[in-house]
């Protein structure tokens, strides 16, 4: 209960704050290509039941045709518009919809399309017990996933069958600890780690949340 009424009324407080961003950033989207404001992804939520995620569109149309599972480093899809939102994960703003309709958390994991769902393991699908969220301590542990994954040869072979279920690991040793205030504490560190502070500002929350143990292979 005590979770939900702070997503609630963090979620409520922020979309007041920023919904005059929505407007200018509609405006540059559609100024830049004249494509879709929105990018609409069926994705897998608690209990395994899809539903419908919603972010600023951040790539180009043609390059959403199907299922886009990935973004790797510069990826040529990505508009110039499209870079800057990610820099500081405005693409992400519209979610605050998702926590109010009650299908997202502000902290829980990341929730990923069917496909990778599908190759979870038995002991990886207990993370589907937990409502997804904005953001997570994976999240955080890999804020620059995206440049990883640009330096494997096979960039989707690497996250399904090493980050991914790194995620999921610390995910789950998180939540079996996590209380509302390490939840306030993440989702403001997040905030920070997105305008920029630098990392090692963050070392004393490091020390609370379950270490990255990725083995470095292509």
């Given amino acids: 209960m005590m979770k939900r009424l702070i997503d609630l009324g963090l979620a409520a407080c922020g979309l007041a704050l920023l919904?005059?961003?929505?407007?200018?950033?509609?405006?540059?989207?559609?100024?830049?290509?004249g494509?879709?404001?929105?990018?609409?992804?069926?994705?897998?939520?608690?209990?395994?039941?899809?539903?419908?995620?919603?972010?600023?569109?951040?790539?180009?149309?043609?390059?959403?045709?199907?299922?886009?599972?990935?973004t790797v480093g510069r990826d040529a899809r990505i508009t110039p518009m499209g870079h800057f939102m990610r820099r500081y994960k405005l693409d992400e703003l519209p979610q605050l919809f998702n926590v109010l309709a009650n299908k997202m958390?502000?902290?829980?994991?990341?929730?990923?399309?069917?496909?990778?769902?599908?190759?979870?393991?038995?002991?990886?699908?207990?993370?589907?017990?937990?409502?997804?969220?904005?953001?997570?301590p994976a999240s955080f542990a890999f804020f620059d996933e995206s440049e990883l994954l640009s330096r494997k040869a096979d960039p989707e072979r690497f996250y399904r069958d090493v980050l991914m279920g790194e995620k999921i690991r610390i995910n789950l040793e998180y939540a079996a600890k996590a209380t509302a205030f390490t939840d306030v504490v993440l989702i403001f560190a997040t905030v920070g780690r997105v305008l920029g502070l630098k990392p090692d500002i963050f070392a004393w929350l490091k020390i609370a949340l379950p270490k990255a143990q990725?083995?470095?292979e292509p």
């Fill in 19 to 33: 919904l005059p961003l929505f407007v200018p950033l509609a405006l540059l989207i559609k100024f830049y290509d």
């Fill in 105 to 136: 958390s502000l902290v829980g994991p990341r929730p990923e399309v069917a496909k990778f769902v599908e190759a979870y393991s038995p002991a990886q699908r207990a993370v589907l017990a937990l409502k997804p969220g904005v953001t997570d």
């Fill in 214 to 216: 990725v083995r470095e």
């Fill in 35 to 70: 494509g879709p404001v929105f990018f609409v992804q069926r994705r897998i939520g608690r209990g395994a039941r899809p539903f419908t995620m919603f972010k600023f569109r951040t790539m180009k149309p043609q390059a959403e045709a199907g299922e886009i599972l990935l």
